[in-house]
């Protein structure tokens, strides 16, 4: 590859976007900045199983995360979590259990 080659590649590569989200790797706390929780909130999910690392550094042992995968795992605990607040409404028909009247 001549030097002139490898200033072409430069240019095209300077104005293509920061990358494809299936290919670019975020440590724990760039995935918790990129879906605006908390670090712990990445592990926790990682421990709960809704979303794996594919790689580790060596040298720290910091675990990376495909940023797809973090933005869907945060799309599916919004989803979850509003379909839990959407629950039986209150009343009779609602579920709830009636007292009996002691006297």
């Known amino acids: 590859m001549?030097?002139?080659?490898r200033r072409q590649v430069r240019r095209i590569c300077a104005d293509q976007p920061l990358g494809d989200p299936r290919l670019r790797l975020l440590t724990t706390a760039e995935a918790?900045?990129?879906?605006?929780?908390?670090?712990?909130?990445i592990r926790q999910w990682r421990r709960r199983g809704h979303l794996?690392?594919?790689a580790e550094y060596r040298l720290s042992g910091a675990l990376l995360y495909r940023e797809v995968d973090v933005l869907r795992?945060?799309?599916d605990r919004r989803e979850a979590r509003s379909s839990r607040s959407k629950g039986p409404e209150s009343g009779a028909a609602g579920g709830t259990k009636e007292r009996p009247i002691l006297e």
């Open 52 to 54: 794996r690392p594919v």
């Open 73 to 75: 795992a945060e799309r």
């Open 2 to 5: 001549t030097t002139a080659d």
């Open 32 to 41: 918790a900045d990129a879906v605006g929780v908390s670090p712990a909130c």
